[in-house]
């Protein structure tokens, strides 16, 4: 059980995250804690921060082979250690659907471990990149490279660094080196160490290039670890977006937005949308040509405050699910 409390500043939330115990997520507009219970509210309470809403988006996967294609996106995803990303769940497919996806998955990893992922397997598509499982289901497994003029930091369409064993005194520092920035990161705080990430893209520059400003934060916070004697290990770091395939791109964009009260990127020729707060995944949307008439063997389950099973305009998936709220908060 998972709940959200708005907060002012990444410093105010790392505060709470110094506050209790487990899994903790930071950001500029609020921090998401793991483990809602009448302790974690009272900690909140204590420190001035209000409770907001809060939904998840995972992922399914229907397989005629559920054993197979489940070890293909665990190779492929690797192994989820510091539970920062959507679940992915293979489940038995009762009946045969041999057209492509309309929904297909981007999987960006440091390159070490992207050849060790692909397994021997030789990569297609137009960008040399994409892997499929066994019965067709496509990914994008992208290597990424260290962000110039960083030493621990991979530019893996976000930026990010994972710091095992980062004490909480840490993570206040790097709130508060944030804050004083002016820009927002991402701080999701495990029991095995801190994840700190950009936004999509958030590191560029207009021309694509690393950001002089992003780059002088990074700096700081590595200054920041090796005081604290802490050294990063790139293994774990991956970002996870979804691409949906659409006749009419606005309509579903459109649909999708409302639906997760995402935002749209603003920059010109680029349709993304993404969760203001950056706790779900982003999604982006590409030109079909034909359409594709067959159900997806991908879908999304979105938890949240309804029940339900909608499909966007084209007919691509979501099953809606209350989540579970602590009675006593």
């Known amino acids: ?89 293979v489940r038995r497919l009762d009946e045969p659907r041999p057209l492509r996806n309309r929904i297909h998955v981007d999987v960006v990893r440091p390159e070490e ?50 710091y095992p064993n980062a004490p909480a005194r840490f993570v206040i520092a790097v709130a508060e080196l944030a804050d004083d920035a002016g820009i927002p990161l991402q701080l999701d705080v495990r029991h095995e160490g801190v994840t700190i990430a950009s936004a999509k893209d958030a590191w560029e520059d207009e021309h694509g290039g690393a950001d002089p400003r992003f780059v002088a934060l990074a700096q700081q916070i590595e200054g920041a670890a090796k005081d604290f004697g802490l ?3 790139p293994a774990p770091l991956r970002f996870v977006q979804f691409g949906i395939d659409a006749l009419d791109i606005p309509a579903v964009r459109t649909f999708w937005t409302e639906l997760l009260g995402y935002e749209e990127d603003p920059r010109p020729g680029v349709n993304d949308i993404h969760d203001p707060r950056g706790l779900n995944p982003v999604l982006f949307f590409q030109q079909l040509e034909q359409p594709r008439s067959q159900r997806n063997r991908i879908h999304f389950e979105l938890t949240g405050e309804n029940v339900g099973l909608v499909s966007d305009p084209e007919g691509n998936e979501v099953l809606i699910r209350t989540r579970k709220t602590c009675p006593s908060t």
């Open 1 to 89: 059980m998972t709940a959200w409390y708005d907060a002012p500043s990444h410093a105010a939330g790392a505060a709470l995250a110094a506050a209790v115990a487990g899994d903790v997520d930071v950001r500029a507009s609020g921090v998401r804690v793991w483990a809602d219970d009448p302790a974690v509210a009272e900690a909140a309470r204590k420190l001035g921060l209000t409770r907001g809403e809060l939904q998840t988006l995972d992922v399914v996967i229907e397989a005629a082979d559920p054993v197979a294609v489940q070890a293909f996106w665990d190779g492929v995803l690797g192994e989820d250690t510091l539970r920062r990303h959507p679940t992915f769940s």
């Open 113 to 162: 471990q992207v050849v060790q992922a692909r397994a021997g397997r030789e990569p297609s598509g137009p960008f040399g990149v994409m892997l499929a499982d066994s019965e067709g289901n496509e990914v994008d497994l992208v290597p990424g490279e260290l962000l110039a003029g960083t030493t621990d930091w991979y530019a893996l369409f976000s930026a990010m660094v994972f």
């Open 231 to 233: 050294e990063a290990d």
